[in-house]
């Protein structure tokens, strides 16, 4: 079995910079515990699969290194990316069926990617000192969202100085950290630590915005915002806050384009969705 691979850098013009990401093409569904196995094998911090089920609807999964996720921003884009690519669609949208219901995916003039995903209230955290703890640095505002935490910082010099206890990151109750400050030169930075789920830092993370957006817009009073993530790699988005929904918009970049090839033949009955 041949696989069609692409390495997209995201949310970034420039290879080597913003969030890698792979995108496999594959005729139809593979089990998990072989999709997993890819994921590990490319050891980046998302693998995308997709299936493409008629037109502009695609099927579309993503893995970490050790486990499958529900919503990933980066790798959605990368995937998108590499459909325009090779599709002619035009000003039509790219819709993904997948885990977080339908995301539509669409290409704007300037040539950045514009995803539609759901925006997620925040609600009061608790565990406000061992995020402190686990951080190396004063949390001032705690807050959760989709099993993450939302830890508020005062300054992006903060951000930048983190050096996080990826032992102590892994005992706190909720999955991942989202850790955020006004920007000096974007509304507000931030950065992303998921050891639970083999991530120590993701380098530019989508789906927090997905919570960051609506807390940014409700403390600055604006739905436009820009954003850049301050990883070693570094990322810039450009969002909107729709009612229920945000729009993250953002560039890609194809660094590598290759094939996969392994043994396998995949069952006729898998069905991925229904």
């Known amino acids: 079995m041949k696989i069609p691979l692409f390495y997209v850098d995201a949310f970034t013009s420039e290879v080597f ?3 890698p990401a792979a995108v496999c093409l594959l005729e139809s569904w593979l089990p998990d515990e072989v999709l997993q196995s890819i994921a590990t094998e490319h050891n980046l911090s998302e693998t995308a699969f997709v299936v493409r089920q008629e037109k502009e609807m695609f099927q579309l999964k993503w ?15 990368a995937a998108a990316h590499v459909l325009f690519s090779i599709y002619n669609f ?21 040539g950045k990617l514009t ?15 061992s995020v402190s703890e686990a951080l190396g640095k004063t949390v001032v505002e705690l807050y959760t969202s989709r099993n993450q935490f939302l830890a508020v910082l005062n300054s992006e010099k903060d951000i930048l100085a983190l050096s996080p206890d990826f032992e102590k990151l892994k005992e706190l109750d909720e999955k991942a950290v989202i850790v955020t400050a006004p920007g000096k030169d974007c509304d507000f930075v931030s950065r992303f630590f998921a050891p639970k789920i083999g991530i120590n830092e993701d380098p530019v ?4 915005h997905c919570s960051l957006i609506p807390y940014w817009s409700k403390r ?6 820009h954003a850049i993530q301050l990883s070693e790699r570094t990322g810039e988005l450009w969002c ?24 396998i033949t995949p069952p006729s009955n898998l069905v991925a969705f229904t």
């Open 17 to 19: 910079k913003g969030n």
């Open 220 to 225: 600055l009073k604006k739905d436009i915002l």
């Open 240 to 263: 909107t806050l729709s009612h229920d929904r945000v729009l993250i918009s953002g560039n890609a970049i194809t660094y590598m384009q290759g094939t996969i090839g392994i043994t």
């Open 63 to 77: 893995f970490t290194p050790r486990v499958e996720v529900d919503l990933c921003g980066h790798a959605t884009l």
């Open 90 to 110: 035009g000003n039509k949208p790219i819709q993904f069926k997948t885990k977080s219901g339908i995301l539509l995916v669409t290409h704007t003039s300037d």
């Open 115 to 129: 995803l539609d995903f759901p925006a997620y209230q925040v609600e009061p955290g608790k565990s406000l000192a």
């Open 205 to 208: 993370t989508g789906s927090a």
